[in-house]
Structure formats: C-alpha cells, structure tokens
C-alpha cells in the first residue's frame, strides 16, 4: 500500500523559510514521481515542483522557481521541499503526491495517483 505523509509545515514570519519533509512507503519497486502541491483557502490546488525517482530529473512552477528546492533525502524515501524568501501569499495547505510510472515530468494534478494529507504552513506578515 502505497502511503504518502507530509511535516514541516507550521507558522514563519515573512522573508523566513521552512522545509517540509514527504515521508513515502510502498514505492519500492516501481519508478515515480513526487510532486508538491498547495492549496489556498479558495483557490484551486497548485503545483509547486516534482521530482522524479529514476534519474533526479526536476520540475519547478516559475512562481517558486527561484525559492523552492525539490530534492530526495539520503534515504530517498523521503522527499523535501526547501522554501526561502517566503510570503504571506504562500500560506496554504501544502500537500505531496506521487506519480506511478511518469511518462514525464510535470504538475498535472490528475496524473498524481496517491496523495498525502497535507500539513498547513502559514507566513505571517
């Protein structure tokens, strides 16, 4: 069973910065990839940035680009997403998804077949 859980997220003074952590199980012995997505209170869910298992291959949101890293941790069961120079505006729900077998490399949420619960993160100005 494939499990995805998702920590770091919390409340940080503008400019500051957080990393959340996305904690997999059930993904041993199939190529993925892990994307990171949020979703603000009335808005629709957006997708930040994805990695893919095989190769390390990245992909960044050009809203993020230049402040949010994707990366595996040693173990690489687990995925991080490094945010700096944070704003209000990235208050949301910050949620981790994976993508079984990836032809690609993108942030189609509808490709995404698991999702975890997602962990709040909150930029207070």
């Known amino acids: 069973e494939v499990q995805l859980v998702e920590s770091g997220g919390g409340l940080v003074q503008a400019g500051g910065s957080l990393r959340l952590s996305c904690t997999t199980s059930g993904l041993t012995y199939v190529n993925y990839a892990i994307g990171w997505f949020r979703q603000a209170p009335g808005k629709e869910r957006e997708g930040l940035a994805c990695i893919n298992r095989h190769d390390s291959s990245t992909y960044y949101a050009d809203s993020v680009k230049r402040r949010f890293t994707i990366g595996f941790d040693n173990a690489k069961n687990t995925v991080y997403l490094e945010m700096n120079s944070l704003k209000p505006e990235d208050t949301a729900v910050y949620y981790c998804?994976?993508?079984?077998?990836?032809?690609?490399?993108?942030?189609?949420?509808?490709?995404?077949?698991?999702w975890g619960q997602g962990t709040q993160v909150t930029v207070s100005s």
């Open positions: 998804a994976a993508e079984l077998r990836p032809a690609g490399i993108g942030l189609n949420p509808f490709l995404y077949d698991y």
